[in-house]
C-alpha cells in the first residue's frame, strides 16, 4: 500500500473481507475507528460458513461454543474483553461494553453472560447443525452419542471417556479468528478480535484473542497488532504488544513485524508437531499496512476510504524454523 499517512484505512485477516466494507462506510461518513471496527467484526461474527469466529464456531470438547473478544481503543489505551462465553453471538459489543461501562478490562465465563444479560444483550443459539456434525465425527467417531438423558451426566461421562487423550482431539485444522484493526480520519486507531477458539478446545481454554498485548494491542501513537493462530503461542511471546513495541523503538512496519515473528523461535513446545501456525496484521502510525504468517499460502486484507472493494495482498512468509 502507498506510503503516507492513510485518511481512512481498515486492515484485516483474510475472513474479515466479508465485514471491511462495512467499517470503509462508517470511516468515509467521519465514523470512530472503534465503530468501524466493531461493525466489522460483527459481520465475520454472523458469517456462519466461518467456523472460527461467532455463530457457527467449532464447539469445545463439551460440543458448547465459546467465544472470546476484545476490543482496543489506541488513543484512550482503553481496552475491554471477554472469555468463554456462551449463548451470546456477539461478544466484540460485549468486549466494547465492559470497555465502556466498567472499571475492569476482562469477564470470563458465567460473569461475562450475566453481564451480557444485564445489559440487554440478546442470546441465540452458537451451535449450527454443520458444526454440531464435525464436533460429532471427531469427538464421538463411530461411537455413542449423549443420550437423552441427564445433560450433565451425559456430558460428564463423553468428557470422562475422551480425557487421557484429549489434546489430540484439538482440531487439526481450524484456527479460525479475525482481526479488524481502523485508523480515522483523526488518526485514532482501534483493534478488534474475535474468535471461538481453538476447535475442541478444553473448556474454559482462553487463547490469545481476549488477552490485551497477546492477540491484540492498539496504540494510536506508533500503531496496533492483533494475531490469528495458535493463540497459546501468541500469549507467551507478547505477540500483539512485541509489534507495536519494535515500531515504538523506530522499527518500520515490516521489520517489526519480522521481529515479532522471529521471536516465536524461541518458544520450546512440546506440542510442536501439531499445527504451529501464527499470523499477525498490523498497521503503522501513519495507516500502512502489512502482515506475516508462519504459513506461505496465508493472506491478509485491507482497503481504504479511496478503494471500492477490499484487496487481497499475501502476507510476508516468516516460517517457525530457520530456512
Ligand atoms: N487465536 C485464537 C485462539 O488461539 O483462540
Same mark, same amino acid.
Given at each position: ?5 492513510q485518511? @481512512?484505512?481498515v486492515?484485516g /485477516? ?13 470511516l468515509?461518513?467521519? $465514523? ?5 471496527? =466493531?461493525?466489522? =467484526? ?5 458469517d456462519?460458513?466461518?467456523?472460527? #469466529? ?15 473478544? /476484545?476490543?482496543?481503543?489506541?488513543t ?5 474483553? #471477554? ?14 461494553? =465492559? ?10 465465563? +458465567? ?31 463411530? $461411537? +455413542?452419542?449423549?443420550?437423552? @438423558?441427564?445433560?450433565w ?7 470422562m471417556? #475422551? ?12 484456527? @479460525? ?6 485508523? *480515522? ?13 481453538w476447535?475442541f ?7 490469545? !484473542? ?24 501468541a ?6 504488544? !512485541? ?19 522471529? *521471536? ?28 506475516? /504468517? ?14 471500492? *472493494? ?14
Open positions: 500500500m502507498a506510503r503516507g499517512a485518511v @481512512g484505512v486492515v /485477516s483474510y475472513n474479515a473481507r466479508v465485514g471491511l466494507p462495512a467499517a470503509i462506510e462508517i468515509r461518513a467521519g $465514523g470512530s475507528a472503534l465503530d468501524a471496527v =466493531v461493525a466489522a =467484526v460483527k459481520l465475520v461474527e454472523d456462519l460458513t466461518d467456523h472460527g #469466529v461467532g455463530t457457527g464456531g467449532i464447539p469445545n470438547l463439551l460440543g458448547q461454543v465459546e467465544l472470546d473478544a /476484545s476490543i482496543m481503543d489506541g484512550a489505551l482503553a481496552a475491554g474483553a #471477554v472469555g468463554a462465553v456462551k449463548h451470546y453471538p456477539h461478544p466484540i459489543e460485549i468486549a466494547r461494553k =465492559v470497555m465502556e461501562v466498567t472499571p475492569h478490562v476482562m469477564l470470563v465465563g +458465567e460473569g461475562a453472560e450475566l453481564f451480557a444479560r444485564y445489559h440487554g444483550f440478546e442470546p441465540a443459539n452458537l451451535l449450527t447443525e454443520e458444526a454440531e456434525r464435525e464436533w460429532r465425527r471427531c469427538i464421538h467417531g463411530d $461411537g +455413542e452419542a449423549p443420550g437423552e @438423558g441427564n445433560a451426566e451425559d456430558q460428564y461421562n463423553l468428557y471417556r #475422551v480425557v487421557k487423550d484429549w489434546t489430540k482431539l484439538l482440531h487439526k485444522e481450524i484456527f @479460525g479468528t479475525t482481526n479488524v484493526i481502523a485508523r *480515522d480520519r483523526e488518526g485514532n486507531i482501534a483493534c478488534a478480535v474475535s474468535t471461538s477458539g476447535g478446545k478444553w473448556p474454559g481454554r482462553l487463547g490469545d !484473542s481476549p488477552i490485551i498485548g497477546a492477540g491484540n494491542y492498539a496504540d494510536s501513537r506508533f500503531g496496533a497488532a492483533a494475531c490469528t493462530g495458535r493463540g497459546e503461542m500469549i507467551r511471546a507478547a505477540s500483539a504488544h !512485541s509489534v507495536v513495541m519494535y515500531l515504538r523503538q523506530g522499527m518500520p512496519l515490516e521489520e517489526a513485524l519480522r521481529t515479532a515473528m522471529v *521471536d516465536l523461535r524461541a518458544l520450546v513446545d512440546p506440542f510442536a508437531e501439531r499445527d504451529n501456525v501464527m499470523n499477525i496484521v498490523a498497521m503503522d502510525r501513519e495507516g500502512n499496512v502489512a502482515a506475516a /504468517s508462519t504459513s506461505a499460502a496465508a493472506r491478509f486484507v485491507f482497503q481504504t476510504t479511496e478503494m471500492d *472493494d477490499p484487496e487481497e495482498r499475501p502476507r510476508i512468509h516468516v516460517p517457525l524454523r530457520e530456512e
